[in-house]
């Protein structure tokens, strides 16, 4: 492999890995054989252009809004044809860093969603932390209602989004590989 081809292979890591795995040879077969006599590196139009193509195949992929947040936030399946983005995010480098940082994410508007109940509840019930009238105010109870809600919450969404059930959810087996031409319906 000459440098020529480093530069290339290089450049295709714009594109998402599974197009990479698919795809990857053909692009740099195909830029070899149009590449000028002589050359031994890959000219800045066609490095360009090959990070510009793979960002707009990064972004044609991603799923829209909703989708991309019932899946962070709640771990809701995606739609098929974005099962291949949701397979590079579960078999990712940083996967379980982004699970915890979005669940910390969910669970902070959860409970933020959650406080004027917790306190507009101790308060219209008039009962004190012991259980009592108020003598130390509603803080303590409410704080408690909203530790039970974040148990709630991580115990339905939280832990249920390893990499494992994300696969399993989008239709791979957990450390198989795609079928062949699975990424054939999105494009």
């Not at 360009?48 to 793979?54: D, E, I, K, P, T």
């Not at 809004?65 to 044809?81: E, I, K």
């Not at 902070?108 to 406080?115: E, L, S, T, W």
């Amino acid at each position: 492999m000459d440098a020529y081809e480093q530069q290339l292979r290089r450049a295709l890591r714009w594109y998402p890995r599974h197009y990479r795995e698919s795809r990857g040879e053909e692009i740099v077969a195909t830029a070899l054989e149009l590449r000028a006599p002589g050359a031994t590196t890959v000219d800045r139009a066609e490095l360009r252009g090959l990070a510009l193509a793979g960002v707009r195949t990064r972004l044609r992929e991603r799923p829209p809004l909703w989708a991309w947040a019932g899946y962070r936030l709640f771990g809701s399946r995606l739609p098929y044809r974005y099962r291949m983005w949701a397979r590079d995010d579960a078999t990712g480098r940083w996967f379980a860093v982004r699970r915890f940082a979005w669940g910390l994410v969910a669970l902070m508007a959860v409970m933020a969603a959650c406080a004027p109940l917790a306190v507009g509840g101790a308060l219209y019930a008039g009962v004190g932390p012991g259980g009592g009238e108020y003598t130390v105010g509603p803080m303590p109870k409410a704080a408690e209602s909203l530790l039970a809600v974040g148990g709630l919450w991580l115990s339905l969404f939280v832990f249920r989004l390893d990499r494992g059930s994300v696969l399993a959810r989008h239709g791979f087996a957990p450390g198989a590989e795609p079928p062949a031409g699975a990424d054939r319906h999105h494009g």
